[in-house]
């Protein structure tokens, strides 16, 4: 013979489907919360939606601890001015949401119309009606997922620009005169080749020295005599600064696999004056994660409520 429903069970079987459907689509909260709210408030969705928001904020404050090594990268250019922002998150799957897809492209575009000086100068900033913030706050309460803006660039001035997105995690903007057409190829280039300079000249001077060292290791493993261990060092780091600076670069269209970038902008009659590239969660540690642990933690937890 079945038990009699406890009042809790009565109360959960007069919440229907229809009733959890509504309040979601009012509110966006995963299907259980809106569940569990309604359930308190005893179908009362004034008082469910109150329950709601109360816990959602919880929720955003908990989740502001994670790891955030995922996310998107965002641009917008409007004439000569624009900006490249990256806003992070925890899971790749989180990167695809239209909500937090929307939130990147509206900041890029404060970003470039407001110039804040830095992140917090930003979260202060109006977006819709409440500070950027608040906006972000709603956004990880809503999706359950901590976000961070991490970084952001504004650019101004007589220089052109042209941006180039692969796919959302990695962006490139490029500051130039002359063709948009080979603004856009080169910035194509950037995402895809990575440079480090836009000449040979302007590489970063410890990684040359990085180069070096490690030329010079291999030339002592060698056993050649030292002029000629010289003239190997010294031949390594050139190749070095030549696949890293962009001029230098076989461009990545070139049509007989020999074009540099350099003689493909004088053929375009455009100069490039400088680029930036972001890339999602470059320089973040990214905890590693064991599926079948956290299956099986989430199962253990579940049956010890």
Known sequence: MTPPLNQTEKDMAAITASMVAELRAKTDA?????????????G????????????????????????????????FIDGTTGALVEINCETDFVSKNDDFLGFGK??????AKQNPADVEALSALELNGATVE????????????????RRFKRFSGANQLAAYLHGSRIGVV???????VAA?????????MKPVSLSSNDVPAAL????????TAKATESGKPADIAAKMIEGAVQKYLKEVSLFNQVFVKAADGKQT???????????????TMFTVGEGIEKKQEDFAAEVAATLAAAKAQ
Do not use: Q
Request: glycine letters at 6%; proline letters at 1%; hydrophobic letters at 45%.
């Open 44 to 75: 009362d969705f004034a008082k469910a939606e109150e329950i709601l928001r109360v816990k959602l904020g919880s929720k955003a404050s908990k989740a502001a601890t994670r790891v955030t090594a995922e996310g998107i990268v965002s641009a």
């Open 208 to 215: 040359i020295e990085i180069e070096r060292s490690v030329a």
């Open 30 to 42: 995963p299907m259980m919360e809106c569940k569990k709210a309604l359930t308190e408030a005893e």
């Open 174 to 180: 490029v500051e130039f005169t002359g063709s948009d």
């Open 106 to 111: 509206a900041v890029a575009e404060l970003i």
């Open 261 to 275: 970038v350099e003689a493909y902008l004088k053929s375009a009659n455009t100069e490039v004056k400088g680029f």
């Open 134 to 149: 608040a906006t972000r706050s709603a956004l990880i309460g809503k999706i359950g997922e901590n976000m961070t803006i």
């Open 184 to 192: 856009k190829d080169v910035a194509m280039h950037v995402a895809a």
